[in-house]
């Protein structure tokens, strides 16, 4: 069965500076993807950035950024230029491409706080 | 921007007792999800629907649960009788196709709480 980590409960960063937040996944398939979803407080989970697993291309969605490495199967996600709206729960997700329609397996997440 | 809603927001209610949590996904959405947290916990997947029907089930999702659209706009979880370990914060999600990559819409979740 795959299993997501997430080893930072909480992580903490100044405003403007870079944050990274860790993840990593065990799974025996080739082919999935890799999401990284954000929850602000009393808000709804939403996409920030998908990794597709046979793309080598890391993704890049503005100040956010994934550095994905399949062997070491880690997909740690990297928040440029913070800002006090980036303050948030950030899950990491993995999905099966093929079987089943897309049943998220999530990890504990991580408790970003942003300092002004 | 359309959103995924839930209701209520807050439940309280004893054990034994059977709840209802609603779901209204995103109108042009064909693929539903229910997952729930325990504090502290993982975000756990408890069953998917398409077509009216159950798609996948966790085996968390026992017979004490079940889910229904039973309208055009509506998602519901029925939990039977509560036990004290379905405290949770339970979260419907949608999307519009059955591609595994497609993002999955949230709704801001139901805090259920058993007495």
């Known amino acids: 069965a795959q299993t997501v980590t997430q080893s930072q409960p909480e992580m903490s960063v100044q405003e403007a500076e870079t944050v990274t937040l860790s993840c990593t996944y065990d799974?025996?398939?080739?082919?999935?993807?890799l999401f990284w979803y954000k929850q602000p407080p009393s808000r709804q989970m939403i996409l920030v950035i998908r990794?597709?697993?046979?793309?080598?291309q890391n993704a890049t969605e503005n100040r956010f950024s994934v550095n994905f490495q399949k062997a070491a199967k880690s997909f740690s996600l990297k928040i440029s230029d913070s800002q006090l709206g980036d303050a948030a729960m950030y899950f990491c997700?993995?999905?099966?491409?093929?079987?089943?329609?897309?049943?998220?397996?999530f990890g504990k997440g991580t408790k970003l706080s942003v300092k002004p | 921007e359309p959103e995924v809603t839930q209701t209520p927001s807050h439940q309280v209610t004893q054990m034994g007792q059977e709840v209802i949590l609603r779901c209204v996904p995103i109108?042009?959405?064909?693929?539903f999800y229910w997952y729930r947290q325990i504090l502290g916990q993982k975000v756990e997947f408890l069953v998917s629907?398409?077509?009216?029907?159950?798609?996948?089930k966790s085996e968390i999702f026992d017979d004490q649960f079940s889910v229904e659209r039973p309208d055009g706009s509506n998602f519901t979880l029925k939990i039977r009788s509560t036990k004290l370990e379905d405290s949770a914060m339970y979260f419907c999600a949608s999307k519009t196709s059955g591609g595994a990559g497609e993002t999955q819409y949230f709704g801001p979740g139901t805090r259920l709480l058993v007495l």
């Open positions: 799974t025996s398939e080739s082919d999935y993807y």
């Open positions: 997700a993995y999905v099966n491409y093929g079987g089943s329609q897309g049943n998220l397996i």
């Open positions: 990794q597709e697993a046979y793309k080598q």
């Open positions: 109108s042009n959405h064909l693929y």
């Open positions: 629907f398409y077509n009216n029907e159950i798609s996948e």
